[in-house]
């Protein structure tokens, strides 16, 4: 396990588990919006994105990768040898985006606010069922790549209690 991804709907608890697995691991951490969005809400293109990955984590010989971007998901799994999916219920999800409003977070370049905490919710209710069907069409795609889901945040600190 040196190549990690973590994807999941947002609120699932995949920054928080991807940084105590990297703490746990001593492994560097990425997180993808890090990666995408700039500190006032603006975002680089798709292609800067990919150049990105390319450029600074995928010839690294261990990384961890938090995030989903549905656009660059089968690029970053086909170089990753584990996937962790967070696999939980939408309405859990969208209360735990709900109750982060506000907070200052490492994984994102902006403090959320009521507007961007409510487009958060609308893009995740629009979005997380095309999201499901496309992550188990791919692991089904790549059986080498070792995929581990969690239904719960139970499951996952579980996981982290026993590494």
């Known amino acids: 396990m040196k ?25 560097k951490l990425f997180y993808m919006d890090q990666l995408f969005w700039r500190s006032d809400k603006t975002h680089i293109t798709r292609d800067e994105l990919r150049e990105k990955l390319a450029s600074e984590v995928y010839g690294l010989d261990s ?4 995030g989903n ?16 999916y967070f696999d939980l219920d939408l309405d859990f999800c969208i209360s735990e985006i709900r109750s982060r409003k506000g907070t200052i977070r490492e994984d994102l370049p902006w403090q959320e606010d009521d507007k961007s905490t409510e487009e958060l919710v609308e893009f995740v209710k629009n979005n997380s069922s095309a999201d499901r069907l496309l992550i188990y069409s791919l692991i089904n795609k790549y059986s080498n790549v070792n995929f581990i889901i969690f239904k719960s945040r139970d499951e996952s600190d579980n996981y982290l209690s026993q590494l």
């Open 3 to 27: 190549k990690i991804l973590i994807i999941g709907c947002s609120g699932s608890g995949k920054s928080y588990f991807a940084k105590r697995l990297s703490d746990k691991l001593d492994i």
């Open 63 to 66: 990384f961890i990768l938090d």
């Open 69 to 84: 971007y549905s656009g660059t998901l089968e690029e970053r799994i086909n170089h990753s040898d584990t996937v962790f």
